[in-house]
């Protein structure tokens, strides 16, 4: 690709993307000489159109607005409001870690998805118009409805009932009322099944760096275990286990590279022209001296297992004035100066077998779902479950998904709403939690700009 075409790409994608500061608002400012563009000039060119399509993977300097920022704030924010995490004497993050936002700060969230929405959404109205080869709208068409289901999944989890926009109509867009959340999913669902029947099960690219048809599967898995569709969450789960793409890594300080096997897909992390590979959760979470960073809440550090290699290989410590804190070791790249190899995870093969567990659990498979808790155990060096009813198998499902998984992608704070352990769990370690803080607060300039909007309660 020659240098000039490159620079359109990415100039047509910050169009698109509306600037750092985006929300849904910005549907008035902004949308129609957005969908003028859009219909009059990006989808007429092949090169434009995959450029626009893979705006929503990217992640710069200059243009905040996109998957990579989602990424970050699902990670950190989550891990805050649940028990995974925290910044370190760092009063700016103070109201996450305590659970007291406000609507001038509940925005984090809300404010990168609907842009992310938006460009799914013209996409799919664009690509759908025009006259590229059948094989050619399918992936692009694929890859958007994955995203638009990924970014209402974050959005409905975070906030509850939100606005569902799924046109480029900016003028009834710019007033709509909050949807109901069962509805949300309903369209999250639908989105990831036409993603798995568009979408080829071969990759699109190199290094897993854009979805298939396993990814679809992998997180339509994940929305069915949080609908308690317990059948179909299996089947899905299945499909990806037994594709035999993936298998699961028997080092652990292999599965966060970017050449794991046992990745679904992953984010190519961006730092700066010609340096990929060092995350944002590596620069951001890991501490460059003897100052703790980002700390493990004590209850997770606690909660491993005597000979979990989890603990060992994903977690570091270090002694700041007498007391000995631990951080994420996942990623263990921080240096900005040159590439390193690990990209940003998305969805692995582990979380899959934790799934179809639940699942079978929750359908009386008691020897499955051992079967299947006890593939995510042995790679951690951790004998087979002890557990044997459906009750023993659920509580400890809880502490393996917490272990396994903790601060990705808001896995802990998310679990816990959906299995309404919230209140019990956080009212033992938050002594200023109240049940309404499960839900984040819908943003102030979002409300005072759409009168239809109303605010979640308690705030």
């Given at each position: 690709?020659?240098?000039?075409?490159?620079?359109?790409?990415?100039?047509?994608?910050?169009?698109?993307?509306?600037?750092?500061?985006?929300?849904?608002?910005?549907?008035?400012?902004?949308?129609?000489?957005?969908?003028?563009?859009?219909?009059?000039?990006?989808?007429?060119?092949?090169?434009?159109?995959?450029?626009?399509v893979?705006?929503?993977?990217?992640?710069?300097?200059?243009?905040?607005?996109?998957?990579?920022?989602?990424?970050?704030?699902?990670?950190?924010?989550?891990?805050?409001?649940?028990?995974?995490?925290?910044?370190?004497?760092?009063?700016s993050?103070?109201?996450?870690?305590?659970n007291?936002?406000?609507?001038?700060?509940?925005?984090?969230?809300?404010?990168?998805?609907?842009?992310?929405?938006?460009?799914?959404?013209?996409?799919i109205?664009?690509?759908?118009?025009?006259?590229?080869?059948?094989?050619?709208?399918?992936?692009?068409?694929?890859?958007?409805?994955?995203?638009?289901?990924?970014?209402?999944?974050?959005?409905?989890n975070?906030?509850?009932?939100?606005?569902?926009?799924?046109?480029?109509?900016?003028?009834?867009?710019a007033?709509?009322?909050?949807?109901?959340?069962?509805?949300?999913?309903?369209?999250?669902?639908?989105?990831?099944?036409?993603?798995?029947?568009?979408?080829?099960?071969?990759?699109?690219?190199?290094?897993?760096?854009?979805?298939?048809?396993?990814?679809?599967?992998?997180?339509?898995?994940?929305?069915?275990?949080?609908?308690?569709?317990?059948?179909?969450?299996?089947?899905?789960?299945?499909?990806?286990?037994?594709?035999?793409?993936?298998?699961?890594?028997?080092?652990?300080?292999?599965?966060?590279?970017?050449?794991?096997?046992?990745?679904?897909?992953?984010?190519?992390?961006?730092?700066?022209?010609?340096?990929?590979?060092?995350?944002?959760?590596?620069?951001?979470?890991?501490?460059?001296?003897?100052?703790?960073?980002?700390?493990?809440?004590?209850?997770?550090?606690?909660?491993?297992?005597?000979?979990d290699?989890?603990?060992?290989?994903?977690?570091?410590?270090?002694?700041?004035?007498?007391?000995?804190?631990?951080?994420?070791?996942k990623?263990?790249?921080?240096?900005?100066?040159v590439?390193?190899?690990?990209?940003?995870?998305?969805?692995?093969?582990?979380?899959?077998?934790?799934?179809?567990s639940?699942?079978?659990?929750?359908?009386?498979?008691?020897?499955?779902?051992?079967?299947?808790?006890?593939?995510?155990?042995?790679?951690?060096?951790?004998?087979?479950?002890?557990?044997?009813?459906?009750?023993?198998?659920?509580?400890?499902?809880?502490?393996?998904?917490?272990?396994?998984?903790?601060?990705?992608?808001?896995?802990?704070?998310?679990?816990?709403?959906?299995?309404?352990?919230?209140?019990?769990?956080?009212?033992?370690?938050?002594?200023?939690?109240?049940?309404?803080?499960?839900?984040y607060?819908?943003?102030?300039?979002?409300i005072?700009?759409?009168?239809?909007?109303?605010?979640?309660?308690?705030?």
């Open positions: 690709m020659s240098s000039n075409k490159y620079i359109s790409i990415l100039l047509l994608s910050t169009i698109l993307a509306g600037g750092s500061n985006w929300s849904c608002k910005k549907y008035v400012d902004a949308g129609a000489p957005v969908n003028a563009l859009t219909v009059d000039k990006i989808y007429n060119d092949s090169l434009s159109t995959l450029g626009v893979l705006s929503l993977y990217s992640g710069s300097a200059t243009n905040g607005v996109n998957g990579q920022n989602l990424i970050l704030n699902t990670c950190q924010y989550g891990a805050m409001s649940a028990d995974d995490g925290y910044y370190f004497n760092d009063a993050y103070d109201p996450y870690r305590t007291t936002l406000s609507g001038n700060l509940g925005n984090v969230i809300y404010t990168y998805a609907y842009p992310v929405i938006n460009i799914a959404n013209n996409a109205a664009g690509i759908g118009g025009s006259n590229f080869s059948t094989a050619f709208k399918n992936q692009l068409l694929g890859e958007c409805k994955f995203w638009r289901a990924y970014a209402y999944f974050i959005l409905v975070y906030y509850g009932d939100v606005p569902l926009i799924t046109s480029t109509d900016v003028t009834a867009n007033t709509k009322p909050r949807t109901p959340s069962a509805q949300v999913y309903e369209q999250v669902v639908a989105d990831l099944k036409d993603a798995e029947a568009l979408l080829q099960p071969s990759y699109p690219s190199a290094e897993r760096a854009r979805v298939n048809r396993l990814a679809a599967s992998a997180l339509l898995a994940r929305v069915y275990l949080y609908q308690k569709n317990w059948a179909a969450a299996e089947t899905e789960a299945t499909a990806v286990i037994g594709s035999g793409t993936y298998s699961l890594e028997a080092n652990l300080n292999n599965v966060f590279v970017k050449t794991s096997n046992e990745t679904i897909w992953q984010i190519i992390s961006n730092v700066s022209a010609g340096i990929t590979g060092v995350t944002r959760m590596g620069r951001s979470w890991l501490p460059p001296s003897t100052t703790p960073v980002f700390v493990l809440y004590d209850t997770l550090a606690k909660t491993f297992e005597t000979g290699l989890r603990m060992s290989n994903w977690t570091r410590s270090l002694s700041y004035n007498g007391t000995t804190f631990y951080y994420p070791y990623y263990k790249i921080r240096t900005t100066s590439s390193g190899n690990e990209y940003s995870v998305m969805l692995r093969l582990a979380e899959q077998y934790l799934i179809r639940e699942a079978r659990a929750m359908q009386n498979n008691i020897a499955g779902a051992q079967a299947d808790i006890d593939a995510v155990r042995a790679r951690a060096g951790l004998p087979a479950t002890t557990a044997a009813t459906q009750a023993d198998l659920l509580t400890a499902l809880e502490k393996e998904r917490w272990t396994e998984l903790f601060t990705e992608m808001s896995e802990r704070w998310l679990n816990l709403k959906r299995t309404g352990r919230i209140d019990a769990v956080l009212s033992k370690t938050k002594p200023q939690w109240q049940s309404y803080q499960a839900l607060p819908i943003p102030i300039s979002e005072t700009a759409n009168p239809k909007l109303t605010q979640n309660a308690g705030y």
